[in-house]
């Protein structure tokens, strides 16, 4: 029986073991994969932080990079070891929890081959749990490479041909523009009419001007929180326009089905696709948590991270309270809130 269990091992999580740690609390860290920094480490090979050093620190402990780096998914998996050495944060490795009930005053937490009891459990698995891709992939030629973003490496993992690329977040672009510097034809799938904004505007880094505007202290529910957390999030660091008139990009729209032989698209049809890497995002899966109650986008309700639930806690989620809720350097002042929380008990 511990007084806390922190499922997850992400930077949320290492945030709010911190906190627990300064206060001398019997707390323990379960994480469903092998090593801290896993999930950093299986993500594409060039990924870069849209945020600078700067912006990335964890509490107690900066980002060991000079002001200014952007830094690889190597460099921030490096971080997060260096941060659970330095507090000595237990964390118990290849523990997928399944299925979480409370029954009186106690949390049991089913892994794959273990039981764990809490009377506090804090949810900090992220906001990406299930990939998301169109049902129209199971129509497809079993000849065609499909790849979700979730398992894109580089483009080494493509066949010789064409490629598709279909989502026009973050992910999609950063992918599009790799795949296209082979000058190999490449087609589009997604919206066009998106904003991009760079990564640095008269020598100070975009963080430093949403810091200066206000746009990272806004929470979500604040006129000018609602406003930006509804709102069609710009591409950052990547000129889209720019992008999109490649001579070996083409631009097809939607997505709309497909068959063995032909893919259909708003603007036309293609029968000469080899690959297609799926930037479609992902799908919040919370339903292992018995008695929880979802919100309109089937993310737990509550308030700063604090549930319907008495002792059941979440941190890392989209928007918990800011912007920067479910990014490396926005987790600690949700953490230091919820720790805030926890001490008033």
Not at 18 to 39: H, T
Not at 41 to 65: C, I, Q, V
Not at 288 to 300: F, M, V
Request: aromatic share 12%; glycine share 8%; net charge positive.
């Amino acid at each position: 029986m511990k007084d806390y269990i922190i499922i997850g091992a992400g930077q949320s999580g290492l945030a709010i073991a911190y906190y627990l740690n300064k206060r001398n609390a019997d707390y323990l860290i379960v994480d469903a994969n092998s090593e801290i920094g896993d999930p950093w480490l299986k993500r594409w090979d060039s990924l870069k932080l849209f945020t600078p050093s700067e912006a990335n620190n964890l509490p107690g402990m900066d980002f060991p990079h000079k002001k200014g780096h952007y830094a690889d998914k190597y460099e921030v998996a490096n971080y997060l070891k260096a941060y659970v050495s330095k507090f000595k944060i237990p964390i118990a490795f290849n523990q997928k929890i399944t299925f979480l009930k409370k029954d009186k005053e106690v949390f049991t937490l089913q892994g794959d081959n273990k039981t764990f009891e809490a009377k506090n459990v804090i949810i900090a698995t992220g906001p990406f749990h299930k990939p998301f891709i169109p049902n129209c992939h199971t129509k497809i030629a079993k000849e065609v490479i499909q790849i979700h973003s979730e398992h894109y490496k580089n483009p080494a993992q493509l066949q010789e041909g064409s490629t598709l690329v279909v989502g026009a977040g973050d992910s999609g672009v950063q992918i599009l523009d790799e795949i296209s510097q082979a000058g190999t034809p490449v087609y589009f799938s997604g919206n066009t009419n998106i904003s991009s904004i760079p990564q640095e505007i008269l020598g100070k880094s975009l963080w430093w001007w949403f810091h200066k505007i206000g746009f990272l202290s806004a929470n979500k529910y604040s006129w000018i929180g609602k406003k930006l957390s509804n709102g069609v999030q710009p591409v950052i660091g990547t000129n889209v326009k720019k992008l999109f008139k490649k001579p070996n990009i083409t631009c097809v729209g939607r997505t709309l089905d497909a068959n063995s032989e032909t893919i259909f698209f708003e603007k036309q049809k293609r029968t000469d696709i080899k690959n297609i890497v799926w930037a479609t995002g992902f799908k919040p899966n919370f339903n292992w948590i018995d008695g929880i109650e979802l919100d309109e986008s089937h993310y737990p309700k509550n308030y700063r991270g604090v549930s319907d639930i008495e002792g059941l806690y979440f941190l890392g989620l989209p928007w918990l309270y800011t912007r920067g809720s479910a990014t490396l350097g926005g987790v600690k002042k949700d953490a230091e809130y919820l720790n805030m929380h926890l001490t008033k008990k």
